[in-house]
Structures are given as structure tokens and as C-alpha cells.
């Protein structure tokens, strides 16, 4: 993660802090809005746990600091103007207080395609599991080799074909879902992610 404190505008505000909005990096939900000033800011970056600044209690907070329920950094950006904070994280359980997923009372799930992003990066988890140790039909495809993962993929999609011809549509969907996971777990064994495939895709269709 390359981020510099430096470019945020911490003097546009009287009190020195800028909103953060925190965004689950999986989902993509928005989990909360909360305010930090350089050292909250230092802190999140430096421990990887997202740390505010309590204004109520007037000191440094981090999420989860009692309830356990974390907000793991992933990533952050500024905007535009440099005086507000976008911080994609990984919850470790709710977010709000109140005990919801979020605090707007939302639940934190996956919407249509945002589901394919959730599980590449499970299948990034499992091939960095420990062979000796995991158990993950996903990491023992990576053991094998690339050869046996392309393998898989050419055997999925001749097995969709075979069922694309037949009216039988519980099949047809489990191996369009076959085929989809494998394709997955090929772009991660050749170190690719969804995004550049479709870059590739953005690109052609301009």
C-alpha cells in the first residue's frame, strides 16, 4: 500500500481531523463514517487495525479495541481535495455498536457480481495456506501445478458444453459454476486478477 499523510489537508478543518469513510473491501458496503487526525491516521497504518479520533472521549479509539470486532486496513485513498479519507477494510464481525453490519442498519452482503470478487480473494487465501497444514481442495489444485489447473479448466468447460446441449438446467448451472471457479483459481495461479481481465474487456469494448 503506497500512501502518503502528507498530501492530506488536515488544516482545512478547525479541529484537525477529516471524515473516513470505511468501506468493506470484499463488498464494497459502506460500514461507517468516523474521524481522524495525522496520529489516528499513523496508527491504522502502522498497526493495520483502523483507528480514529474520538471526539466524545477526545482521544485515539480503535475499532473494535472492546468488542473485538476489528475493521482490518486493505487499502486507503483521499479524495479529490485531499480532506476526506476512503478506507477499505475487512471487519472482524459488525461494525455499528448497535450489534448491525453496518450503521445504517444495512447488511453487509454481496450484491450480483461483487460475490466474484469476495470469492477471488478466498481462493488468493487458500493458495497461501501452508500445503503441509490445509486441507482446501483450492490449495491442493495450486500444489499440482499450473499444467493440472488448465487441465481442470478445459475439463469444466467441455463438461458445460456437453450440458448446454441437453434441456437439463440444474446441471447446466453447476457446471457454468464449475467452470466459473476454476477459471478463477487459473488467474490466480497465473498470479491475474479479475480486474485486469477486465481492463482487457473495458479496453475492447471502447
Known amino acids: 500500500m503506497n500512501f502518503d499523510i502528507k498530501n492530506l489537508d488536515f488544516n482545512k ?14 463488498t464494497r458496503q459502506v460500514l461507517m ?33 472492546t468488542s473485538a470486532n476489528f475493521l482490518n486496513l486493505v487499502d486507503i485513498k483521499a479524495d479529490c481535495d485531499n480532506d476526506t479519507i476512503l478506507i477499505k477494510a475487512n471487519p472482524d464481525g459488525p461494525t455499528c455498536h448497535t450489534g448491525s453490519d453496518t450503521c445504517w442498519q444495512e447488511k453487509n452482503d454481496f450484491a450480483g457480481t461483487d460475490f466474484l470478487f469476495y470469492l477471488e480473494s478466498v481462493i488468493q487465501k487458500r493458495k497461501a495456506e501452508d500445503p503441509s497444514v490445509s486441507k482446501s481442495y483450492t490449495n491442493s489444485l495450486f500444489q499440482k501445478g499450473i499444467n493440472k489447473v488448465a487441465q481442470k479448466v478445459g475439463e469444466e468447460a467441455v463438461e458445460l458444453v456437453i450440458e448446454s446441449k441437453d434441456d ?21 495461479a497465473k498470479n491475474f486478477t479479475l480486474d485486469d481481465v477486465l481492463e482487457v474487456l473495458k479496453k475492447r469494448h471502447s
Open 13 to 26: 478543518s478547525a479541529d484537525g481531523l477529516l471524515p473516513a469513510i470505511i468501506q468493506d473491501a470484499a
Open 33 to 65: 463514517l468516523g474521524y481522524m487526525n495525522t496520529e489516528a491516521l499513523e496508527k491504522t497504518i502502522s498497526s493495520g487495525k483502523v483507528t480514529f479520533f474520538s471526539r466524545s472521549k477526545q482521544r485515539l479509539w480503535t475499532k473494535g479495541e
Open 168 to 188: 437439463n438446467h440444474e446441471l447446466f448451472l453447476g457446471e457454468a459454476a464449475d467452470l466459473m471457479f476454476h477459471y478463477l483459481v487459473l488467474l490466480a
